[in-house]
């Protein structure tokens, strides 16, 4: 199912790109550069909502590398010409605050679900974006998002890995799709 809407996805961009892959990819960094600041905010509220533990020292370095991904996204798009769109920045960064806050509220597993479920979307989204950067003959560009398409991986496996086991993970999964 998710391999046909992340098709479905690609086809919706490509549409609204006109066919033009150097359009697509600038979109989907844009949408990932905003996507990054939210990431790195709630992770910082994440990771200080919990007590000393390996989980919290995991979560900080999420952090510093969804702000690495954010940078070298920024990179691209001032290789391709192209800007981060403002009112996404905004919008973005209003999401990413208060979901760090509610992280010291809201008990540990649903921050540890949620964010386990927005990395399985994030490397997509890398992935995705390499596929243009193919098509436009951009190897650095492909290698460079594919590596931070792993990485984003490699964060899913670790929520997926903490929650496994949790009373609540059926329901949610149920409910939601992801665990």
Not at 27 to 49: D, F, M, P, T
Not at 54 to 76: F, M
Not at 110 to 117: K, L, N, Q, S, V
């Amino acid at each position: 199912m998710e391999i046909a809407v992340r098709r479905m996805y690609l086809r919706y961009l490509r549409n609204s790109c006109m066919g033009d892959p150097r359009s697509g990819l600038i979109r989907i960094l844009q949408n990932a550069y905003s996507g990054e600041v939210a990431a790195a905010y709630a992770y910082r509220g994440h990771w200080k909502s919990l007590k000393d533990s390996p989980e919290r020292k995991q979560i900080k370095r999420i952090e510093e590398e969804e702000w690495d991904h954010r940078r070298r996204v920024g990179e691209w798009l001032e290789k391709l010409g192209a800007k981060p769109k403002p009112a996404r920045e905004k919008i973005f960064w209003t999401i990413g605050r208060p979901l760090g806050v509610t992280c010291h509220i809201s008990g540990w597993f649903m921050p540890m679900y949620f964010a386990g479920r927005l990395e399985s979307k994030n490397s997509v989204e890398y992935e995705d974006a390499a596929k243009f950067a193919k098509e436009l003959g951009m190897s650095d560009c492909v290698s460079d998002l594919l590596d931070m398409a792993r990485v984003e991986v490699e964060h899913e496996e670790f929520f997926r890995s903490v929650v496994a086991d949790h009373r609540l993970l059926p329901a949610m999964k149920r409910v939601f799709g992801w665990g």
